[in-house]
């Protein structure tokens, strides 16, 4: 794994097969797909950013790179994907092997260019939509979180208030008088001219006979953008004093009803205004929602309490009365949002469904943040929203108005891209006829994107027939090129380009080669990925019974084995752990959805979906660590087996990290024996694992939610649903003092003996 970590640390590239297969058919038997889990942005601190625009090759666009071959006489570069000879321009007449521009040295595969005079002169604009159909006690903790989220705000960004619950209330901060909003109903969809028309967009400058309204060059006036959107530092006061004033939805809700909330119109209405007055800003809607959607074209169930809110079963069996209409709605705004240039975030935070399968569309087609807890008391809101504005050392890097393009060798085309991005709709050679994701176009709108953004990137081999061995010796290189363009932090627009070489091999002594070069962990995240998306997407899709197949057919074809004997089959180190990965995939919330509402699975998709390979793989199978008076804290099996009474273990599994106290030492720790003087040795194992976690929480985004248990307390199931059962109610033979799992699942052992079997036929 070590080198492939390397290779990540360079490029921010992490790929299943690091040597690839070379025709159509080797790549269809590799089961695994030629795949990129590529972070956009990811910071290095040696990699150089260029005062200058790149150099293009005039046929097919791609920056010249390390892998062009150059001619220094006669100033000429050969282009490695598409062959074409370029001339260097005049102010490239010094270069020569040993002055070379840093573009071609060899190890600046990834680096980026800053156009000087190109940074845009909007400063990032944040849209606030806070849902006031909620309790009192929601209602401040809400208006705390977001009276310090404003305080953090950089002083030169642009900010605007919508408040909703049965009607859709668009305050103005400009008018520092009293307090005034416009208000619009909230089970219609509000139309932009309609919108603008009754917020008095045209009262001083008449309104243009013709042509699309954008912004203060194109037919508004800045005096009246000014009246929605201030810049922090001028309109603290005014919000602060309108957020304290803020009550909780007035209308009164009758007992047998749920409370009425218009979240749809009030997004729409937030979308319209920021596309009149700021299009093509780094512009951010924030979402505040507590609880699910009843009016309007989004809303998830109505208003009755009789109705349940839709199940993964109503979704199965399409009886989810509101849930396709919802969807398409949400759509429209993904384009329209999309078009715009603007990211939706989400913060849902209620014990109720809010609605966020439905949202999901928009807010991962714009690349936007999002966070799920239970109230806006919790730590995991509280942090996360901190953590958004944070300006030290653990901020997000938040970038926007990003597009991604990709380029490769003529053998090689994109099937698409899982993960948040929409597509340009770019057509061309490189395109694909299967789509995976965002598909049939080789650019992408990345509207939003931060330093820990990952693509995942589908690719297809083409080449039909193997050349003679000669030629296949001479040319075996693949060549990819990613660039992103996109307005950084600062306010200025980059450019970030990475180009990889990968080796292809075919024929039949490729297959050492092909074990060799393959990433289990990357290859596990791509799986997850695209079980995720099937899931999604195909009617009658079975998830576990695509991964066994999937399984099984690599387990065949680079196993070492007899024919049916179960007992000679081995895998390589390289392969070893994928089975393993696979099996807990199996059996994670990606594709165990019963327990889970439609929502957190949406959710725990959408962050599968954006992350890199290391989270995503703590999230497909936990790390274990375990702390006690007999060793240093050591990596533990995720297994039953790892609980003693006598010993702590912190579990990690992303979403949640547990603290696990064996009953000995809950029953030490109630006792209060780590408060007296000579237990001190008791008192620091206690606090081990409680800094380890911390160190974790600060680091992750969102937020993970701490859980501290005690062996048979009721939320030890946080940390006994990810163990492997190897010791349930039926087996024979507990050990005194473990633990056993009330479970009929399988576990590896016997998961791992069927799979042998299978492989070996």
């Known amino acids: 794994m070590a080198e492939f970590m390397e290779l990540e640390g360079q490029d921010g590239v992490r790929m ?61 570069w050969i282009c490695p994907f598409c062959f074409q000879r370029n001339h260097f321009p005049p102010h490239y007449a010094s270069i020569s092997d040993e002055n070379l521009p840093a573009e071609l040295f060899p190890q600046y595969t990834t680096i980026e260019y800053q156009s000087p005079g190109e940074a845009s002169s909007l400063p990032p604009v944040f849209m606030f939509v806070v849902d006031t159909s909620i309790i009192e006690e929601e209602m401040a903790f809400l208006k705390s979180a977001l009276s310090q989220a404003i305080g953090l705000l950089p002083d030169n960004s642009l900010v605007g208030l919508i408040t909703f619950g049965t009607l859709v209330h668009v ?60 810049p922090a530092s001028d309109c603290e006061f005014a919000l602060n004093s309108v957020l304290e004033e803020l009550q909780k939805d007035p209308w009164p809700t009758p007992v047998d ?34 609880g699910p959607s009843t009016e309007g074209p989004g809303a998830i169930v109505s208003k009755n309490l009789s109705e349940p809110i839709r199940s993964h079963k109503d979704l199965d069996k399409d009886s989810a009365l509101h849930y396709h209409k919802a969807v398409k709605f949400y759509e429209m705004l993904a384009k329209q949002l999309v078009h715009q240039g603007h990211v939706l975030d989400l913060f849902a935070c209620a014990l109720d469904q809010v609605g966020v399968a439905e949202l999901k569309v928009a807010v991962e087609r714009t690349g936007g943040l999002v966070v799920l807890a239970e109230s806006f008391g919790h730590s995991v809101f509280k942090d996360s929203l901190r953590r958004v504005f944070q300006s030290e050392d653990k901020d997000l890097g938040l970038s926007s108005n990003g597009i991604f393009e990709i380029n490769c060798s003529k053998d090689i085309k994109v099937q698409g ?13 490189l395109c694909s006829d299967t789509i995976v ?51 950084h932090s600062t306010g200025e627009m980059r450019l970030r380009v990475t180009t990889l070489s990968r080796r292809w091999v075919a024929g039949p002594g490729s297959i050492q080669d092909l074990i060799a070069g393959f990433d289990q962990e990357a ?43 179960p007992s000679s089959f081995s895998l390589s180190p390289r392969f070893s752990i994928f089975p393993q990965f696979m099996f807990h995939l199996r059996r994670s919330q990606f594709v165990q959805v019963f327990n889970n509402s439609p929502d957190e699975t949406a959710y725990f998709r959408m962050i599968l979906n954006r992350e890199n390979v290391a989270n995503s793989v703590v999230m497909i199978q936990p790390s274990l660590i375990s702390y006690s008076f007999q060793s240093v804290p050591e990596p533990a099996l995720l297994d039953v087996a790892a609980i003693a009474v006598d010993r702590i273990l912190l579990l990690d599994s992303y979403f949640t990290i547990v603290i696990f106290h064996g009953s000995t030492i809950a029953q030490w ?60 109610y039926n087996s024979d033979g507990h050990r005194p003092g473990g633990d056993i799992i009330f479970t009929d699942d399988v576990s590896f052992e016997v998961f791992l003996d069927h799979l042998q079997r299978l492989a070996v036929q």
């Open 523 to 565: 290859a596990a995240v791509v799986m997850a990925r695209l079980v995720s998306f099937k899931m999604e997407i195909e009617a009658e899709f079975d998830p576990i019974r695509w991964v066994d197949k999937a399984l099984i057919h690599i387990c065949s074809r680079f196993g070492n084995y007899q024919k049916e004997s």
């Open 171 to 230: 305050h103005e901060l400009g008018f520092s008088t009293i307090p005034k909003t416009y208000v619009f109903k909230g089970s219609k969809d509000v139309s932009k001219d309609q919108l603008l028309e009754q917020m008095n967009f045209f009262l001083n400058k008449p309104k243009p006979p013709i042509g699309v309204i954008a912004g203060a060059r194109d037919g508004l006036s800045s005096e009246s953008i000014a009246r929605f959107l201030l």
């Open 16 to 76: 299943a097969w690091n040597v690839v297969p070379g025709t159509k058919q080797e790549a269809s038997n590799c089961v695994v797909p030629v795949s990129a889990i590529y972070t956009l942005i990811k910071p290095f601190p040696s990699m150089p950013v260029l005062p200058y625009a790149p150099l293009r090759c005039r046929n097919c666009c791609s920056v010249l790179n390390p892998f062009s071959i150059v001619d220094f006489a006669a100033k000429i």
């Open 417 to 429: 891209i899982l993960g948040p991005c929409a597509s340009l709709e770019k057509k061309g050679p």
């Open 437 to 487: 994701g965002q598909g049939s176009t080789s650019a992408w709108k990345m509207c939003g994107l931060d330093q820990a953004t990952s693509l995942c990137l589908i690719f297809e081999i083409v080449k039909k027939d193997i050349p003679d061995a000669t030629v296949q010796s001479a040319n075996n290189q693949f060549y990819f090129q990613f660039l992103t363009y996109y307005q």
């Open 257 to 290: 009803q749920r409370a009425s909330r218009c979240t749809s119109t009030a997004l729409s209405v937030a979308s319209s205004l920021l596309g009149a007055c700021v299009p093509g800003s780094g512009a951010r809607i924030m979402a505040f929602i507590g």
């Open 669 to 728: 720790r109630k006792a209060g024996y780590h408060n007296q003087p000579e237990h001190q040795a008791f008192a620091q194992l206690l606090q081990a694992p409680r800094d380890d976690a911390d160190t974790i929480i600060k680091e992750r985004f969102p937020v993970p939610r701490l859980v501290i248990c005690d062996q048979h307390g009721s939320q030890a199931r946080f940390l006994l649903v990810k163990l492997n059962p190897s010791a349930t």
